[in-house]
């Protein structure tokens, strides 16, 4: 009974209400948006959309202006501009925070091997990297998030994700939840300053009791314990992590005041002693047999963990040797993760779609029976392109074994072939765009279809500007490949510059916005009209320059202005600026000619000039702040053989001290480090006057590489 009359409250226009309706209906909507409120923001399960939303406000609003005397204290109104905010702070990372490289094979763990042995020449290095003498220490690699935990005076001061690994998010409050996070280190002999890192992770049977708890209340359950692990750490409600499982598994470190350890071993046993987890089954190993076993060991323990492992981990113990092997530009060469095999299950394959990149590459798409592999419910799954297509002779119809290892996209491995339908056909690869009709082009040599549309293919457009926003570029939160693809269809945005002119009034009208979430994105947006060089370089989306080649452009040019201007110098073959950046270290031919190449469309100098009206690009700010380095910004070409290092730690070398290595001799070379034997480059030098460094000043400019 009452139920029909709330309904009827519900419904009753605002001017039509009683006063005493009024303060009902007043705490009815408090009530009602505050818990959408939670559940948007904390939960990330919102129950209704936003226009839905939008009209609880409204008429909260309209209520309230026909009886401003009721107007409540905990008023939805009054909380506008405290709404919660949109996310956590950013943490920028004072060291890197790494990933790991992969090895899925055993020849894979011998080259990380042979490569430890030929970095490390000098006489004395020989014993320590004997075959049988690297000591690696072995441990499980958790399948959770990684995190980072600032303790100064030995309290807890700061959690944060590792995010991109130059800037995270601030978790503090949720971190704190955790009980194998102490608030305050035990014991007294840690650094002042120290940033202990490893893995939030949750065990299996918490992970079934969090689902359990979720689907007897109706809500949507996780896919396996790594998501909920990561949805649980980034709740704006600290009260959810609290009551998640969630563990912590020190395993590395960032920034210390000063050095606490002698190898990683030795700093495994200090987090110990200073009250953290550390993974009981790390091992010392000896060489790559012995690594092996241990490797053989784990994937068969594996099932009897109390958590998911996805592979072990090998780092070097001896940390000064560490230091000296450095880093890539996003992994230590001084570990690997060695991955354990996919796991397969075999599914129908019902058809396959065909997308188009933002480089019009054709790619089809499986698209399967749903199928549960390894935890995880697969429906589709990578076909990569035409040619595989034939190898693997798939067929629509047929019965596929699909495998899924870690984060990467489902693969068909093949065809069960005495389940095939009796009529299935070959598949035939279209030959023209699905999108915008143009005929599809096949480079020589190459194995994909390209849609010949170009500029006009608007598959190629969406795409570009899905990168553009992605999160290694503009990085837009609430602004998702969905979006952008609305966002097109609707005539708001044809190139990048057009995000930044988007009118929440307009967007607020489209279905599903309403008027909190337009505003909310442009917010987001504006937060983003100041952006680092490397990250703007790589959101433009130029053909093979990804994170790692976007940061070698920006470190080498330093600024958005000089870099446009040097690349239009380059359109001329002849010109001294062509060769400069082929002499960039890590780029090569053809990437350079796609830069040159992207420089040359008066399409993309449009879309640059126009850009410029609306962020504004920071200059090169290198990420990681070390003592002033003698080698920064400078060219460095090496000739001839020296003695005290191979040539690879001395490439390294410089390069950690914010050198680019050149292989060839020019005007714009900083220094020529002359070895013995050196030929042709040590003559050029001279003529053309450079400065020349035998070994000894070498070693002098570029520092102690012994372990300080
Ligand atoms: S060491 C520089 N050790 O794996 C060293 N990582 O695939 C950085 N992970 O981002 C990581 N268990 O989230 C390390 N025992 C372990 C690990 C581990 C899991 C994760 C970590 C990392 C990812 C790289």
Known sequence: MSRSLDTDLAARPAELLTEEEARAELARLAAEIARHDRLYHAEDAPEIDDAAYDELRRRNTAIEAGFPELIRADSPSRRVGAAPSAGFAKVRHSVLMLSLENAFAEADLRDFFAGIRNFFRRPEDLALVAEDAIEIIAEPKIDGLSAALRYEQGRLVLGATRGDGVTGEDVTANIRTLPSVPAALAGNDWPEIVEIRGEVYMERAGFFAVNAERAAAGEPVFANPRNVAAGSLRQLDPGITARRPLKFFAYAWGEASRPFARTHAEALACFHRWGLSVNEHSRLCRGADSVLAYYRDVAERRSALPYDIDGVVYKLNDLAL???????????????????AAEQARTVMRGIMITVGRQGALTPTAMLDP????????????????????????????????????????????????????????????????????????????????CGGGLI????????????????????????????????????????????????????????????????????????????????????????????????????????????????????????ERAQLLDVHGIGKGMASDIIGFFAEPHNRAVLDDLAGEVSVLDYDPPVQKAPSPLAGKTVVFTGSLERMSRSEAKARAEALGANVASSVSAKTDYVVIGADAGSKAKRAAALGLATLDEAAWLDLAGPTQGA
């Not at 560490?322 to 354990?340: E, I, N, T, V, Y």
């Not at 035939?428 to 994909?448: I, K, N, T």
């Not at 100041?530 to 990804?546: E, S, T, Y």
């Open 371 to 450: 199928i549960t592999v390894g935890g995880v419910v697969v429906q589709r799954a990578t076909l990569h392109n035409a040619d595989e297509i034939a190898r693997k002779d798939v067929r629509i119809g047929d019965t596929v074994v699909v495998q899924r290892a870690g984060d990467v996209i489902p693969q068909i491995v093949g065809v069960v072939l005495d389940r095939r339908p009796p009529d299935a056909k070959p598949f035939e690869f279209p030959d023209r765009c699905p999108v915008c009709g143009s005929m599809a082009v096949r480079e020589d040599g190459m194995a994909v279809w390209r």
């Open 457 to 576: 293919c608007p598959a190629q457009a969406v795409e570009r500007l899905k990168h553009f926003v992605a999160r290694d570029g503009f990085d837009i939160e609430g602004l998702g490949a969905k979006h952008i693809a609305d966002f097109w269809d609707g005539g708001l945005i044809r190139q990048p510059g057009d995000i930044f002119r988007l009118n929440p009034e307009i967007i607020a009208a489209r279905e599903g916005w309403g008027e909190v979430s337009a505003n909310k994105l442009t917010a987001a947006i504006d937060e983003r009209r100041v952006i680092a060089l490397d990250r703007f370089i790589n959101a433009l989306g130029i053909p093979q320059v990804g994170q790692a080649t976007a940061r070698l452009v920006a470190r080498h040019y330093r600024s958005l202005g000089q870099w446009r201007e040097e690349m239009e110098a380059a359109q001329d073959p002849d010109s001294p």
């Open 322 to 340: 560490q230091d000296r092997l450095g880093m890539r530009s996003r992994a230590p060469r001084w570990a690997l993760a060695h991955k354990f």
